[in-house]
């Protein structure tokens, strides 16, 4: 079992930044991949960042450049710098713990999410 709590949200402007965590606990050595999912509003969630336990980083197209993904071990933290906010980042981010895809498939725990708004 993988516990997550993220936190960080909150309302900015367009061009300015925000920084998520993500908080983890439990079985973390089992964990392969962590990501950050965004879900605007009347949308599907959508994977926007990963890093895996190698530090092998991966980011969608529309967030390249201006968000990076990172984590601090020593506090169980994964984080989401967001840069340059645009109103389409609007939503809730997720926070997720995947473990390595296996033939039989892989487990997968997620955050209760936090709420980011970036007004025009």
């Known amino acids: 079992q993988v516990y997550l709590v993220e936190s960080g949200g909150g309302l900015r402007q367009a061009g300015e930044s925000l920084r998520l965590s993500c908080l983890a606990s439990g079985n973390l050595y089992a964990v392969h991949t962590w990501g950050w999912y965004h879900q605007a509003p009347g949308k599907q969630r959508e994977l926007v960042a990963s890093i895996t336990r190698y530090d092998s980083t991966n980011y969608t197209d529309s967030v390249k450049g201006r968000f990076q993904i990172f984590r601090d071990d020593a506090k169980y933290t994964i984080y989401l710098q967001m840069n340059s906010l645009d109103p389409e980042d609007s939503g809730v981010y997720y926070c997720?713990?995947?473990?390595?895809?296996?033939?039989?498939?892989?487990?997968?725990?997620w955050g209760q999410g936090t709420l980011v708004t970036v007004s025009s």
């Open positions: 997720n713990a995947r473990g390595p895809v296996t033939a039989a498939g892989y487990f997968q725990y």
